[in-house]
C-alpha cells in the first residue's frame, strides 16, 4: 500500500484517481509520496520512505530541491495546469490598471447612503476616468504556458504584443500567435511598451531582473504587472519609480510589507491560480504524475531529475536508479546484473545536472542480493523495484 500525505488541501477530483493500492495519510513521517501547494517544506526532514514529492502549481521555492536530490526523492510540478486562471487574472489587472475601476468601486460603496447617488455619480465620474488597452503596447517577458496565453489574448484584445524568451519551447512557438513580435532581449521591451508583463521562474539570474536600470529604460506612465514571483521586482526601486511617476501602476498578486505599502500598487493575495479549474487541473495533473512514477517508475515533469519515461513494463522485471551523473556507472550496473544471470532487455539513462536517472526493464527478476549490490555502488542514491 503506497501511502500519501498531503500537505495543503488537494481538490477531491485528483485524489478520487488513486486506486485501492494507495491510502491517504496524515503523517508526513509514514509518506511514500506527498502532494502540497504552498506549504514550506525546507524545515521538515524528510522521511526515509519518501520518493516523490508533486507541486500542485508550477513554482517549487517552498521545496528543498537539491535536499530531495540528494536523498533519491523525485519532485513533481504542473506546468501548465493552472495558466488560464493566471492569465486571466493578468488580463484582469491590465483592465484595472487602465481604468480606475477601483477607485470608481470605493467610491461608489463610500456614498451608498446616499438617495442621490446616480445624480453625483454623474458628477464624479469624471474622476475615474482612464483609457483602453486596445492599441497599446504589451511587452510579455517569458512566454512558456502562462505567457503565451497572456500574449495571444492581448492579442485578441487588439493590443500590439512583443514576446521575449530566449528559451522558449516547440510547443510554446506552435502555440503562439504569428501576430506576437519577438524581440531579442528585455530591453527593447522596456523601452517599447506601455504594459509590461513578466512570466519567468525565479532564478538567480532573474531575481531583481525588473530594477532601477530597467525603469530608467522605461516609458514614463508604464505599467508593470508581476504575476509571476514577488522576487524579481526590486521592490525598494518599484516604489521609487511609483513615487516618481515612471510606473503609473504596479500590478502584483504578492503581498509582502513593501508592496502593499506602495502608492499606486494594486495588490491581490495570491490568487492567479485560485480557481476551481486550475485547482482541479493541478490537483489531476499532480497525482497522475505521482502514480506514474510509483506503478511505472516515469519521471514527467521533474524539477531536479530528468525526464524519463519508458511506459508501462511488459517485461519480467523494472529497475530504477537514481544516481550521481558521473562515469562508469552503466557499466556498472551491468556488470551487477551480468553477473547474476539477469538480461537486461530495455535501458533508458538520462541526466540533469548532477544527477542522473536509470530505467533498466529485465527478462528476469531482480534479487535482493543485486539489489543491494546496486546500492553499494559509489554515487548510487536510491534504487526502486519497480515489478
Known amino acids: 500500500m503506497t501511502k500519501i500525505n498531503c500537505l495543503n488541501p488537494i481538490a477531491k477530483v485528483g485524489l478520487d484517481l488513486f486506486s485501492d493500492n494507495y491510502e491517504i495519510v496524515d503523517d508526513f513521517a509514514q509518506a511514500d509520496a506527498v502532494l502540497v501547494r504552498s506549504a514550506a517544506m525546507h524545515d521538515l526532514e524528510m522521511p526515509s520512505s519518501l520518493k516523490a514529492i508533486a507541486r500542485a502549481g508550477a513554482g517549487v521555492n517552498n521545496i528543498p530541491l537539491d535536499k530531495c536530490a540528494d536523498k533519491g526523492i523525485v519532485v513533481f510540478n504542473t506546468p501548465g495546469a ?36 446616480a445624480k453625483a455619480a454623474e458628477k464624479e465620474k469624471k474622476k475615474f476616468a482612464g483609457s483602453e488597452i486596445q492599441g497599446k503596447k504589451l511587452g510579455v517577458i517569458g512566454l512558456g504556458a502562462i505567457g503565451v496565453m497572456v500574449a495571444n489574448a492581448a492579442i485578441s484584445l487588439g493590443m500590439e504584443v512583443y514576446g521575449y524568451d530566449p528559451y522558449m519551447s516547440v510547443k510554446a512557438a506552435w502555440n503562439l500567435s504569428r501576430s506576437v513580435k519577438h524581440v531579442n532581449t ?3 521591451i522596456y523601452k517599447t511598451c506601455d504594459y509590461i508583463t513578466i512570466h519567468v521562474p525565479a532564478l538567480d539570474s532573474t531575481k531583481g531582473m525588473i530594477n532601477k536600470e530597467a525603469f530608467d529604460m522605461m516609458k514614463d506612465g508604464v505599467v508593470v504587472l508581476n504575476y509571476a514571483r514577488d522576487v524579481l521586482v526590486d521592490e525598494d526601486a518599484m516604489a521609487e519609480a511609483l513615487k516618481a511617476g515612471k510606473v503609473k501602476k504596479y500590478m502584483t498578486d504578492f503581498p509582502n510589507p513593501k508592496s502593499i505599502n506602495m502608492d499606486g500598487a494594486i495588490v491581490t ?36 531529475y530528468p525526464a524519463c519515461d519508458m511506459g508501462v513494463c511488459d517485461k519480467a522485471g523494472r529497475v530504477t536508479i537514481c544516481h550521481k551523473n558521473i562515469p562508469n556507472m552503466i557499466s556498472q550496473f551491468a556488470a551487477v546484473f551480468a553477473s547474476s544471470n ?29 539489489i543491494k549490490s546496486i546500492e553499494g555502488i559509489d554515487g548510487v542514491i536510491r534504487v526502486r523495484v519497480i515489478k
Open 82 to 117: 493552472n495558466a488560464n486562471g493566471v492569465k486571466e487574472l493578468v488580463i484582469a489587472g491590465m483592465l484595472l490598471a487602465a481604468r480606475d475601476i477601483k477607485g470608481g468601486i470605493d467610491w461608489a460603496k463610500s456614498d451608498k447612503d446616499d438617495e442621490n447617488i
Open 269 to 304: 493575495p495570491h490568487i492567479g491560480a485560485s480557481t476551481e479549474e486550475s485547482e482541479d487541473n493541478c490537483a489531476v495533473m499532480a497525482v497522475n504524475e505521482i502514480a506514474d512514477f510509483i506503478e511505472n517508475g516515469n519521471i514527467k515533469n521533474s524539477v531536479n
Open 342 to 370: 539477469v538480461n537486461i532487455s530495455d535501458m533508458v539513462n538520462k541526466s540533469r545536472g548532477e544527477y542522473s536517472y536509470t530505467m533498466l526493464d529485465l527478462d528476469g527478476s531482480a534479487t535482493e542480493d543485486v
Open 186 to 188: 528585455p530591453e527593447e
